[in-house]
């Protein structure tokens, strides 16, 4: 399949209202099967997916979004909460078996395993987007949510915590604002 740089990016718009249009749980599959390939530290791999679907999940959800965020995740198809397993050492025995020793990097030692998670997870977060683009989905990211709360609705009993959310379906373009500018190459990068 042919993906363009503009529907990854030049194209793509934050979506926060969406057509009447579901989205097939075999595309929740092909989507997790994509961004599963991009590269995290030692291959840790810590982002966990709750694809928020059934009208039952979803009002467990809204209550715990901020005001702003709540018709427009009630109106997506499916809301991705993307999490971080804290205890995503113990699969790396599996993850990076050719070194022995890379879960002796972390266990037990709490500020690493948080940076760790909360880096490769949001890095996850990203691959997340860009996948979901590339087939042809809209997503609608958000932070605006009371995280102890999603924790407690969704990963309890669990060493998974949550990270952020993503809108996900198809977006529709009367919603859209215009957008807005972008730092210029020479306000954020430069070369040395
Ligand atoms: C991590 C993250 C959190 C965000 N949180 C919210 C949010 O809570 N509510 C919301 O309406 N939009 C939220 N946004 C949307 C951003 O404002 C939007 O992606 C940005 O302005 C770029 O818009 P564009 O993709 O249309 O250019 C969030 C985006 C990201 C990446």
Redesign the pocket.
């Known amino acids: 399949m042919q993906v363009s740089t503009e529907r990854l990016f030049d194209h ?3 979506h ?1 209202a969406w057509q009447n249009r579901p989205v097939d749980d075999d595309t929740l599959h092909r989507l997790y099967d994509l961004m599963k390939w991009g590269p995290t530290s030692a291959n840790c791999c810590p982002a966990r997916i709750l694809f928020v679907k059934s009208a039952e999940a979803k009002a467990r959800l809204l209550p715990c979004l ?1 005001e ?2 709540r018709a ?1 995740t009630a109106a997506a198809p499916v809301t991705a909460i993307i999490g971080m397993d804290m205890a995503f050492y113990d699969q790396l025995p599996r993850l990076f078996p050719h070194n022995p020793d890379a879960r002796n990097w972390f266990a037990g030692q709490p500020e690493v395993i948080q940076t760790t998670a909360l880096r490769n997870s949001s890095l996850q977060g990203g691959y997340f987007i860009v996948a979901a683009r590339a087939l042809g989905l809209d997503c ?5 949510f009371d995280a102890a709360a999603v924790d407690a609705a969704f990963w309890a009993g669990t060493t998974v915590r949550t990270n ?1 959310l993503c809108n996900l379906g198809y977006g529709d373009p009367a919603g ?1 604002h215009p ?2 500018p972008r730092l210029a190459f020479d306000e954020a990068c430069r070369i040395v």
């Open positions: 793509a718009r934050t926060h901020m702003g965020n427009q609608g990211p958000m932070s605006g952020f859209l957008r807005g």
